[in-house]
């Protein structure tokens, strides 16, 4: 009887533990924090003078796989993004404007849905691209002052709120820990420039 016993466990045991091990991850959830902003080079294209714009960005990300998981070729991405850039200085649109000082930021939040194609994804680290698109809210903000003619100050305030599309375009690396957990360095384009890094949890 004893032997009988033990026999069943062994045969249970054989049945269980190749399941679990063969267990694929289909969703996982992350953060990804990056620096994020304008280059001063596209800048120069339609304003005369102008301060850097730089600040950050910080989504929510919902990830789906395919069948075999983080090791499939394509997966998803769906992100809920909050970024804001910021800037101080002088500003002018044509060298013949009056000059502006003063501040302003650009604040968005966007939601969008992503491919990326990986690249040799059965490797631990590995490389990937992809593309997305979407939709936000942007918030423009801006304050300044400057002297007429006569020497008197003036001081205006512009304010926007707008909804916008939104173009994504990623590319990095991702580090593959048991497919239980993803590292991602990535830089890209959202509506400005990036480059950060995420962690993402599967289940």
Same mark, same amino acid.
């Given at each position: 009887m004893r032997a009988r016993t033990v026999l069943l466990l062994a045969m249970l045991c054989a049945a269980v533990l190749p399941a679990a091990d063969a267990?694929?991850?289909?969703?996982? %959830?992350?953060?990804? !924090?990056?620096?994020?902003?304008l280059p001063n080079a596209l800048l120069d294209l339609a304003l005369y003078e102008h301060p850097s714009l730089s600040g950050t960005a910080m989504a929510f990300e919902f990830h789906s796989y395919g069948e075999k998981g983080p090791q499939s070729v394509f997966s998803g991405i769906y992100?809920?993004?909050?970024? /804001? @850039?910021?800037?101080?200085?002088?500003? /002018?649109?044509?060298?013949?404007d009056n000059r502006v000082f003063?501040?302003?930021?650009?604040?968005?939040?966007?939601? %969008?849905?992503? !491919?990326?194609?990986?690249?040799?994804?059965?490797?631990? @680290?590995?490389p990937f691209i992809g593309g997305g698109i979407g939709i936000g809210r942007m918030s423009i903000w801006a304050e300044g002052s400057y002297q007429d003619e006569l020497g008197t100050t003036i001081r205006d305030t512009y304010e926007k709120k707008i909804f916008v599309p939104v173009g994504h375009i990623p590319v990095g690396v991702i580090g593959n820990i048991r497919d239980k957990f993803l590292? /991602?360095?990535?830089?890209?384009?959202?509506?400005?420039?990036?480059?950060?890094?995420? @962690?993402?949890?599967?289940?």
């Open positions: 267990m694929v991850f289909r969703y996982g %959830t992350g953060v990804r !924090i990056c620096s994020f902003g992100s809920l993004e909050y970024s /804001r @850039i910021s800037g101080e200085g002088h500003w /002018r649109v044509e060298n013949y003063g501040s302003g930021q650009v604040v968005q939040v966007n939601f %969008t849905a992503t !491919i990326l194609m990986h690249v040799f994804p059965s490797s631990p @680290i590995h590292v /991602r360095a990535e830089a890209g384009f959202k509506n400005g420039f990036y480059f950060g890094g995420s @962690i993402v949890v599967n289940f």
